[in-house]
Nanobody
């Protein structure tokens, strides 16, 4: 399984970025997907997840600002990030995993290479 993330960059507070992750080596349409972010010295945290059927879940810190979506025809999962703040700075990773019956997303060992997002004035 390979995941290729793209779309990071430098943006001013209040700005927007869109991250994309292309997946190969698995049947994307039956895979649950997620975006995580990590900052130095902290654990990688779940930002948003999307089930194979399109059900979404977000961290409280990004609700109303970030939107996760998927395109099964292109085997991609996107993360639209709006109203960015410096606290959103970090390396963002996509992941293929599983959403269990209580709605909790469980990551797998399959990660993209990470894409840096920096929010700075």
């Amino acid at each position: 399984v390979q995941l290729q993330a793209s779309g990071g960059g430098l943006v001013q507070p209040g700005g927007s970025l869109k991250l994309s992750c292309t997946v190969s080596g698995t049947i994307f349409s039956v895979s649950d997907m997620a975006w995580y972010r990590q900052v130095p010295g902290k654990q990688r945290e779940l930002v948003a997840s999307i089930t194979r059927r399109g059900g979404t879940n977000y961290a409280d810190s990004v609700k109303g600002r970030f939107t996760i979506s998927r395109d099964n025809a292109r085997d991609t999962v996107d993360l639209q990030m709006d109203a960015l703040s410096p606290e959103d700075t970090g390396v963002y990773y996509c992941n293929v995993g599983q959403t269990v019956s209580d709605g909790t997303y469980h990551s797998s060992q399959w990660w993209g290479q990470g894409t840096q997002v920096t929010v700075r004035g």
